[in-house]
């Protein structure tokens, strides 16, 4: 089955900067990657996701950009806002939808 | 719109006592559905999905069952709890399968 691994675990920003994760996945197969945050206590939310036909997606100052030939995709924070403190999960898809482990991100004002 | 719920938000059950989460979907019809288990600082496990009425595939052998009545309700059971059962537990729904999924507010379960 699929394993996806993410990195890094945690991430402390200075506001303004912007935040990288990456995420790697096994399986060849998988063609659907989405992006979720969770804030404390709450739900995960889709954020942003992407197709394996596509190699970038942005909205606003979120993006993803895919690597099928390394099989890898990272999310992309541009101008990071003390709002953007939380857990940021990665998923990719075989017959059902991994998850990574998440990454704690940590805007500091 | 869509929505989902689902309840109780918080349970505090005692080990070897029964479960049922429930969980429904309003707005759309014959939703795809999951059960998710986040432990403490851990990502999502998939539990359970449902792409019907009555079919339910389990991901993880366990003391957890679900079951799926109607088209918008699914449930999450267990005749008698354990400790390792302790923690937030996800209901979802998609259109298609495995894409797009949306959470319910999630049951935090401790099992003393």
């Known amino acids: 089955g699929e394993n996806v691994e993410q990195h890094p675990s945690t991430l402390s920003v200075q506001e303004g900067d912007s935040a990288v994760i990456k995420c790697t996945y096994s399986d060849s197969a998988s063609n659907y990657f989405p992006w979720y945050k969770q804030e404390l206590g709450k739900r995960p939310q889709l954020i942003i996701d992407?197709?394996?036909?596509?190699g970038e997606k942005k909205d606003q100052r979120i993006a993803v950009t895919l690597n099928k030939t390394a099989k890898h995709f990272s999310l992309h924070i541009t101008e990071t806002q003390p709002e953007d403190s939380a857990v940021y999960f990665c998923a990719a898809n075989d017959y059902k939808l991994s998850f990574g482990a998440g990454t704690t991100v940590t805007v500091r004002a | 719109s869509q929505t989902i719920h689902q309840w109780p938000a918080t349970l505090v059950q005692p080990v070897g006592s029964p479960l049922s989460l429930e969980c429904t979907v309003e707005g759309t019809s014959n939703p795809n559905l999951y059960w998710y288990r986040q432990a403490a600082g851990r990502g999502l496990q998939l539990l359970f999905y449902s792409v019907g009425i009555g079919q339910i595939s389990s991901e993880v052998p366990q003391n957890l069952s679900a079951s799926r009545p109607q088209d918008r309700q699914f449930i999450l059971s267990s005749k008698k709890l354990l400790l390792s059962d302790s923690g937030f537990y996800l209901c979802a729904w998609s259109h298609r399968f495995n894409e797009k999924l949306f959470f319910g507010s999630g049951t935090q379960l401790s099992v003393l």
């Open positions: 992407i197709r394996s036909n596509v």
